[in-house]
């Protein structure tokens, strides 16, 4: 017969097993999913905070905590409540509690580390651009130093190259970084792998006897060329800072690589038609500066590679065109000058905005001397939600690698990570995806 004295101690020993089993829970599920968004404060940090919430709540786990990194207190007052408002108008009943961290990314050294300590994060997240002119990674040395696992959303190349060779410190801290980590470039270097993958195995196929199933090449394809297109209908809502960003890369050459060999041309040159497909079809892309080309090539090594970029409406286009062939290029390249004039715009950006939408659509061409070609085409709806999504993405994949192990240590381009991540990462960004194609054709 069980006394009341035995009930109380059985009931001490459960409490004893159930603290112990807490314990030993692993990091992952408990103080790992603390997450330091910098730039949170922008439409791409707002909308990524928004989605760290919605990706880490719907397999039923409890939500990341979120963090939002800034100068400005009352600006984060103000995208707090634009990330909740959004949140609720998505019938998300449990809405996040989103902190604020003071933190300022040219502040004197040593004060990017005492923000990560004090705010108690356990990744970190970087959206806070332009990314352009920038050539100190100091936030992510300041995480990997903290030994927190790292994404940002960089699209300027001399940052990610100067990222890349912190890979030594990362590794030696046993943490993981991914560079240029966002929707493009980011998502679409996945989406690169995914069809360069598929391209190399068909030609293996093609020169092997045998059976050949699943094979791949070990290098390039003879002739393996890869075509990146990109289309954006206005600013896809994502503010002021695309704009000036898309000013800023009109006055820097556009890297290419042909037969391997690195070639800078004129930006917004070489028109190509390319069929974005349903929903947005036919559009003129033209050359512009875009760091998945970089990444791309140091990881696969693509012998041919370019990256070509369209918006609406049309006279957006002209404009670009125009402000790279009548504004001195010592004007383009003036930071502060470019992001007045987009804030200055704003107004007509956001009424241009609202008439042509916010459609976001990527298109990767894979093709070789075999004659087998391969084509990856997906489109959102609203590029703001889209950047967010794919950064959420990244970022909850990079904890769980590095929870799991699953992801060495290190600093990565995204087609370097592990096939899982990868893969990982792009089912996740299908969420939301209007048009999702992945299309072989095998030559006779």
């Known amino acids: 017969m069980i006394t ?36 949170g404060n922008g ?33 984060f007052k103000m995208s707090k409540q634009r990330i909740l408002r959004q949140l609720a108008d998505d019938s998300v009943k449990d809405l996040p509690s989103i902190e604020f961290q003071e933190l300022d990314l040219d502040g004197p050294a040593g004060s990017l580390e005492e923000a990560l300590q004090q705010c108690k994060a356990k990744c970190v997240v970087h959206t806070a651009g332009p990314f352009q002119q920038r050539e100190d990674p100091a936030l992510m040395r300041a995480a990997i130093s903290c030994g927190l696992p790292y994404v940002d959303v960089c699209d300027e190349v001399a940052l990610c190259e100067a990222g890349k060779k912190l890979d030594a410190e990362a590794k030696a801290k046993g943490t993981v970084a991914v560079v240029a980590g966002g929707i493009w470039p980011g998502a679409s270097a996945l989406m690169a792998a995914e069809v360069i993958a598929k391209l190399r195995e068909l ?71 390319v069929d974005f497909g349903k929903g947005v079809g036919v559009r003129t892309v033209r050359l512009l500066d875009n760091p998945d080309v970089y990444t791309i090539q140091s990881a696969l090594k693509v012998p041919t590679l370019c990256s070509r970029f369209a918006t609406a409406p049309g006279v957006w286009n002209q404009l670009f065109g125009a402000m790279k062939t009548l504004v001195p290029p010592a004007l383009l390249r003036d930071k502060a000058l470019m992001q007045a004039l987009s804030v200055f715009s704003l107004p007509i950006i956001r009424a241009v905005d609202r008439l042509v939408g916010a459609t976001n659509a990527m298109r990767v061409d894979a093709s070789s001397s075999s004659g087998n070609r391969v084509r990856f085409s997906v489109t959102h709806r609203d590029l703001e939600q889209c950047v967010g999504l794919a950064t959420a993405a990244f970022a909850l994949k990079v904890v769980e690698g590095s929870s799991d192990a699953t992801i060495p240590p290190g600093v990565y381009f995204p087609a370097e990570l592990p096939t899982h991540t990868r893969t990982g990462i792009l089912d996740l960004v299908k969420r939301d995806a209007i048009l999702w194609e992945f299309e072989v054709t095998q030559s006779c």
């Open 4 to 39: 009341s004295i035995d009930r109380a101690v059985l009931r001490v020993m459960f409490q004893w097993v159930a603290i112990v089993a807490l314990l030993g829970t692993p990091a992952s599920s408990l103080s790992a999913r603390r997450v330091l968004v910098v730039g």
């Open 43 to 75: 439409r791409v940090g707002g909308s990524t905070a928004k989605y760290l919430h919605l990706l880490s709540t719907s397999s039923g786990e409890s939500p990341v905590e979120l963090v939002l990194g800034g100068r400005s207190k009352e600006t």
């Open 203 to 273: 030609d293996a196929q093609g020169s092997s006897s045998g059976d050949s199933s699943g094979e791949m090449l070990e290098g390039p394809c003879e002739g393996e060329k890869v075509d990146l297109s990109f289309f954006t209908a206005g600013t896809g809502n994502a503010g002021a800072t695309i704009v000036s960003a898309t000013f800023l890369l009109l006055c820097q050459p556009a890297l290419t690589f042909v037969a391997g060999k690195l070639n800078e041309k004129e930006p917004w040159s070489e028109p190509l038609e």
